[in-house]
């Protein structure tokens, strides 16, 4: 790997710092060559820091490190992206991004219709809301449109009708998300299950 420190006269390189779970941005610091090496040695990521002017490992006095999993130079071989195990908050703030964002999973399209479900399960009214008037009869109604929708999974699965199986599983899925905010869970809450049974 080839990183070009003298692009700028400090020495210095911007190093996003992404968690190598949820992928999200967690900080931006700053690397000299020092840094980087502290960084490879002790597995505990190291910056710059320009206004102490001196190396700083990111946790030495809150406990919150950031374990290196992997580090990569960008196209200009002048920017690092850092990935990383937080060990509790990244933000001296307490947060957990330096952009006061909850570090969860992500899921894309995913994650916005379960917030819409969210949405509508607080604040919709059932008369204008399929989502809301599940919600208005109750866990079981909620529950039995999940194993119907189950069935019809397994039945288009027998068949050879692509569309109609996978127009049954988007139905699946859906209704699966609304139980979920039913019983109090999210999409995160299954992945951590998931990741507990991971050997």
Known sequence: MTID?????????????QDNETKNVLM?????????NKTLETKKVTFFSRTKKRL????????NFLELVSLKTDCDNDTLLIKVKPIGPTC???SDTCWQET???QFGFLSKLENTIKERKENANSETSYVASLFAKGINKIAQKVGEEAVEVVIEAKD???DLFLNESADLLFHYLILLQ????????II????????
């Open 56 to 63: 700083w490992t990111k946790g030495e006095e809150s406990g």
């Open 92 to 94: 001296h703030t307490g």
């Open 5 to 17: 420190f003298t692009k700028n006269t400090d020495g210095l390189l911007p190093a996003i710092i």
């Open 160 to 162: 050879q009708n692509a």
């Open 192 to 199: 951590k299950v998931l990741q507990s049974r991971e050997k």
């Open 103 to 105: 570090n969860n999973q």
């Open 182 to 189: 039913a019983k109090g869970f999210e999409l995160n809450d």
């Open 28 to 36: 931006l610091g700053y690397m000299n060559q020092e840094a980087l």
